[in-house]
């Protein structure tokens, strides 16, 4: 769900100074973040903390001039695609329930029609008073709300009980935690996109019974073909050699060499494709002849002789109806340098870059740490299980590839699958 715009209400609390380490993640995470504070708030934090922390001018008044020039209450409530109150005041809770319009958060939030998340913060006998139960009543009535929270525990004023705000961690679990039900009802952030992508090693046979090849296992291309297919997508696996089962629903088709890959994925795109992954360790040469017979030993040396295998990612790459394309980098020095250079050469929308160097990470482990570049931005993502990397990956590339497909309609067409023989262009 990266690159939301996210409107942070501040109500008044001492709660407040954790809503900026919120304002941290959220801008971390990839989120456009907007500040919007009730005087009461002011009371406990400034607006130009939340300013140097969100990149934005903080919001304050109602009935500022100035803003009401640039983005109004209104410009507000139609940027945002969701709102999270957090600290949530026992009286702010209270306005909204009443569906009062008496300041700028209250008024934004009776504009907006997107989730409004409370993140309550107050003492516990006035969490735990009557009216303010009332009022979480008609709050959790209300389908266009949500609470998230309070904890029990210590508050600030020394009671003990119900009342404290959310960690800003736990804030960012809740928010994740919405996005994929919605996600998931929606079909899946990948829902009606075709993936085409790449695993494991290539073989690349010498005589009958050598090759040359490599140690990946192609767990994770295949882990990513999975969480793919669980947001939505439609997904051809072109698969090296490799000892792992054939994943439920997806499509895979078995190769041997570099060359096969290549025909099989180019196969593959030429029926339509979105977003094409290349996550196989592919062997860059092969051997220039091919012994029908197998080679015995005579000569003390024995060299063989090599030949360039073609680049599947480069070529689709390349291609005019190219898909988002995402490239792998396997390093063992200077990972970005080498990465970001890869991506530019190759002409890529995304490189996921991993030290190969670091024992029990990456090739034939269950475990990898990855650096994700693009031409903007940089993530990181582990050390973690391969599944969860590819989780992250999938909730990475979705909003990047939708705002492609987006774009690209505005400006040209889509990157869907062509229309006929004629759209398609010889690679
Ligand atoms: N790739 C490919 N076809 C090839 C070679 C690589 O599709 N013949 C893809 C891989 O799947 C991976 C990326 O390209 O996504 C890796 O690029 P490459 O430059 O080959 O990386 P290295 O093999 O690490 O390159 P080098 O040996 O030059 O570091």
Redesign the pocket.
């Known amino acids: 769900m990266a690159g939301t715009r996210i409107l942070v209400g501040v109500t008044g609390g001492i709660a407040a100074y954790k809503t900026a380490e919120l304002v941290r993640l959220l801008k971390k995470a990839g989120h456009s973040v907007q500040v919007v504070m009730t005087r009461g708030a002011e009371a406990f934090v400034t607006p130009l903390t939340f300013q140097a922390l969100s990149g934005q001018p903080v919001r304050t008044s109602l009935l500022d001039p100035e803003a009401e020039a640039g983005m109004g209450h209104i410009e507000l409530a139609k940027w945002a695609q969701r709102i999270i109150v957090a600290p949530a005041s026992a009286d702010f809770m209270a306005r909204l329930a009443a569906g009062m319009a008496d300041d700028l958060l209250a008024t934004v939030c009776s504009a907006a029609e997107v989730p409004i998340a409370l993140v309550p913060a107050m003492n516990q006998a006035m969490w735990g008073n009557h009216r303010t139960q009332r009022v979480v009543q008609l709050l959790q009535a209300d389908p266009q709300v949500r609470l998230w929270g309070p904890e029990e525990g210590q508050q600030a004023c020394g009671d003990n009980g119900p009342g404290r705000m959310l960690e800003p961690e736990q804030i960012m679990q809740a928010l994740a935690q919405e996005q994929a039900q919605i996600d998931n009802s929606a079909g899946g952030v990948l829902a009606g996109k075709r993936l085409v992508i790449?695993a494991g090693p290539t073989r690349e046979p010498i005589d009958p019974v050598r090759y040359i090849s490599n140690h990946s296992s192609g767990k994770m291309g295949y882990a990513i073909a999975i969480a793919a297919h669980a947001a939505g997508a439609e997904v051809v696996l072109v698969s090296g050699p490799v000892n792992l089962s054939p994943p439920a629903g997806i499509n895979l088709r078995s190769v041997m060499t570099?060359e096969q890959?290549?025909e099989t994925t180019m196969a593959a795109v030429d029926e339509g494709c979105d977003l094409f992954i290349?996550?196989?360790?592919?062997?860059?040469y092969r051997p220039q002849d091919y012994a029908s017979d197998k080679l015995k030993k005579s000569a003390a040396e024995m060299t063989l002789a090599l030949v360039r295998?073609?680049?599947?990612?480069?070529i689709?790459a390349a291609r005019a109806d190219a898909p988002f394309t995402?490239?792998?980098?396997?390093?063992t020095n200077d990972v970005a340098r080498?990465a970001i250079s890869?991506m530019g050469?190759?002409g890529l929308d995304m490189?996921v870059a991993n030290d190969v160097s670091v024992p029990g990470l990456g090739f034939n482990s269950d475990n990898n740490a990855v650096s994700v570049f693009t031409a903007t931005d940089q993530f990181h993502f582990g050390p973690c299980a391969k599944q969860q990397i590819a989780h992250e990956l999938v909730a990475l590339i979705a909003p990047r590839l939708n705002a492609r497909v987006g774009d690209s309609q505005n400006q040209k067409g889509s990157h869907q699958k062509p229309q006929n023989n004629a759209d398609r262009k010889p690679s």
């Open positions: 790449t570099a890959m290549l290349a996550t196989a360790a592919v062997a860059d295998n073609p680049d599947t990612l480069a689709v995402v490239g792998f980098a396997a390093e080498h890869k050469k190759k490189i």
